[in-house]
């Protein structure tokens, strides 16, 4: 009986750190960070090597993108690249830190040029994991960096394209046969 009690006392605890509340950015954005990374934060005009995930949280996840998938990207670190609002919630990370950010549907598309996808509805959260992988001081270090895991990440970003092209060519297949058949 005790170990059970001590079971849900760790699921709580876990669901509500996973589930806790959010800082109010700028513009409507949420965020959490998870201080896992050590060291000084990143710097202005610092190049930042990181992971980003972006999710469509609606009645079910969609990733809409994953850089896991391909190759880390390096972006440098100012106010000018990175939204103001981001740039904010960018400048708190350390090498190895990981964030989360989540924005209402509304609000990411209020003032957008493009509309909202047919698959999304209002009132439900996009969100976008980062993850600080490293960060560089000049241009030279992140270009090396870059070179370095584009050698790594060919092998993954050719398996990807693969996966692509033969999951299209399964749609026109069952396509094709539904026509047939028609």
């Known amino acids: 009986m005790k170990q059970l009690f001590y079971l849900s006392a ?3 605890l ?11 950015g700028d513009k409507g954005l949420e965020y959490k960070i998870f201080n896992t990374g050590s060291g000084k934060t990143v710097g202005y005009g610092n190049y930042m090597q990181i992971h980003i ?9 969609t990733v809409l993108m994953d850089t ?8 440098v670190l100012d106010s000018i690249s990175a939204p103001l609002a981001y740039f ?3 400048k708190q990370l350390k090498k ?9 549907t509304d609000s990411a ?13 209002k009132g439900k959260y996009l969100y976008t994991h980062v993850t600080l992988v490293n960060f560089f001081e000049t241009k030279d270090q992140a270009d090396s960096a870059n070179q ?7 092998p993954r970003i050719y398996k990807k394209q693969v996966e692509e092209v033969e999951k299209e060519l399964a749609g026109k297949k069952h396509k094709l046969i539904l026509t047939v058949n028609s």
């Open 10 to 12: 760790v699921c709580m």
């Open 14 to 24: 876990v669901l509500t750190a996973c589930t806790g509340s959010f800082k109010k």
């Open 53 to 61: 995930k972006q999710v469509y949280g609606g009645t079910k996840d």
């Open 68 to 75: 896991r998938d391909y190759m880390s990207r390096i972006q």
């Open 88 to 90: 904010k919630i960018l």
């Open 96 to 104: 190895g830190d990981s964030l989360i950010i989540r924005l209402l």
């Open 109 to 121: 598309f209020k003032d957008a040029k493009q509309e909202m996808p047919p698959f999304m509805k």
């Open 148 to 154: 370095a895991e584009s050698v790594l990440a060919k």
